[in-house]
């Protein structure tokens, strides 16, 4: 855990502010869901909510059938990081931050395909190694919660690629409505 310096009071209605510096640094937006720990050392933990990260090995299970399925390497990310990776060594993505192109994309619930000449879409941030092929945001009862991503090895993907982006998304989606 790593000391700001910054200390904030609680008011009257019990509600603290998270400083502006630590919010942007931590992609924090408003209406953002924060979980909260405690230890019993007295510590309280605000920690981003991620839906998609409670799926755990159901997430890495559907991953490793999408990219065994469609023939590349593919992820699933929540709004911040990569959930879960298959088809290439886990260390390389695992648990990283997604590039801000990503976060655009999923914030715009927008999809992607690479085309010829096209620009390409990093999938984790200062990384120019793995770029996205085939990108479709997660949304679940009308948020974005996360994207499913299948990376490019060779050039332009297509439609079968595409289309199993969007029915792993939409999938996902109405999974974790219920």
Do not use: N, W
């Given at each position: 855990m790593k000391a700001t310096g910054i200390v904030r009071r609680i008011d009257d209605l019990g509600r603290v502010v998270i400083p502006k510096e630590i919010r942007r640094v931590l992609r924090i937006k408003e209406g953002a869901p924060l979980e909260i720990f405690t230890k019993q050392d007295g510590e309280i933990i605000f920690k981003k909510y991620s839906p998609i990260g409670e799926l755990g090995d159901f997430a890495y299970d559907y991953v490793d059938t999408l990219s065994k399925t469609s023939g590349t390497p593919a992820v699933i990310t929540d709004t911040d990081s990569v959930i879960a990776v298959s088809g290439i060594p886990k260390r390389e993505l695992a648990e990283k931050r997604v590039s801000s192109q990503l976060e655009k994309l999923m914030e715009e619930k927008t999809s992607f395909?690479?085309?010829?000449?096209?620009?390409?879409?990093?999938?984790?941030?200062?990384?120019?190694?793995?770029?996205?092929g085939v990108v479709h945001p997660i949304v679940s009862e009308g948020d974005t919660i996360g994207s499913v991503v299948l990376l490019n090895e060779n050039g332009t993907?297509?439609?079968?690629?595409?289309?199993?982006?969007?029915?792993?998304?939409?999938?996902?989606?109405?999974?974790m409505e219920s």
């Open positions: 395909i690479m085309k010829t000449g096209s620009d390409s879409i990093p999938v984790i941030d200062g990384g120019d190694r793995y770029m996205a993907m297509g439609e079968v690629q595409d289309k199993l982006a969007q029915s792993a998304a939409g999938f996902l989606g109405k999974h």
